[in-house]
Antibody, heavy 119, light 110 residues
Framework: QVQLVQSGPEVKKPGSSVKVSCKAS????????ITWVRQAPGQGLEWMGR????????NYAQKFQGRVTITADKSTSTAYMELSSLRSEDTAVYYC????????????WGQGTLVTVSS | NFMLTQPHSVSESPGKTVTISCTRS????????VHWYQQRPGSVPTTVIY?????PSGVPDRFSGSIDSSSNSASLTISGLRTEDEADYYC?????????FGGGTKLTVL
């Protein structure tokens, strides 16, 4: 069973950056497709991008291109999502997610990290 | 990029059946799997249907999924509605580079 444990809540100023971590256990980290999804208060789910450490592939949603960086450290089984040039609209819960090896559904979710952007 | 369009909300009485649609704007609905998630308030989403019509273990058979190529849409059907089914439901699919969620449907069981 895969477990994803994320870093704690963050409060950031507009224009700054935030880096959220996601430590995985229970499986082969390199073969995961670690995906980042966010959910603004009262809003729906929004895909931001994903990384597949075993092949080094990174894909970003067009909306976040140039502002988001997703990385992975295989030595610690930890993925990171850094979002820059923060604005108030980026206030949201950020989730790391991964499917099991046999399908593409998002079966495993981190607990979520609340990022609040406020002056 | 394509979009997945869901009704904003649906409501139905306990014991009845409800169907939530998810229409793909471009590209064939049949080309990439559709998955469905349930999200109760304050909780992380959980998978109720994967790969169009497969039910994870632990999900009651009251939940079923299907796709319809003629309307380029997927559907989640919940029969024998219970109050605990009240939640937000999201469809999810992909293309070669992107993952997309529908906007979510709030199900009220009244």
């Amino acid at each position: 069973q895969v477990q994803l444990v994320q870093s704690g809540p963050e409060v950031k100023k507009p224009g700054s950056s935030v880096k959220v971590s996601c430590k995985a256990s229970g499986g082969t980290f390199s073969s995961y497709a670690i995906t980042w999804v966010r959910q603004a208060p009262g809003q729906g789910l929004e895909w931001m991008g994903r990384i597949i450490p075993i092949v080094g592939t990174v894909n970003y949603a067009q909306k976040f291109q140039g502002r988001v960086t997703i990385t992975a450290d295989k030595s610690t089984s930890t993925a990171y999502m850094e979002l820059s040039s923060l604005r108030s609209e980026d206030t949201a819960v950020y989730y790391c997610v991964t499917p099991p090896p046999t399908t593409t559904s998002f079966d495993y979710w981190g607990q979520g990290t609340l990022v609040t952007v406020s002056s | 990029n394509f979009m997945l369009t869901q009704p904003h909300s649906v409501s139905e009485s306990p014991g009845k059946t409800v169907t939530i649609s998810c229409t793909r704007s471009s590209g064939s609905i049949a080309t990439n799997y559709v998955h469905w998630y349930q999200q109760r308030p304050g909780s992380v989403p959980t998978t109720v249907i994967y790969e169009d019509n497969q039910r994870p273990s632990g999900v009651p058979d009251r939940f079923s999924g299907s796709i319809d190529s003629s309307s380029n849409s997927a559907s989640l059907t919940i029969s024998g509605l219970r109050t605990e089914d009240e939640a937000d439901y999201y469809c999810h699919s992909s293309d070669s580079r992107n993952q997309v969620f529908g906007g979510g449907t709030k199900l009220t069981v009244l």
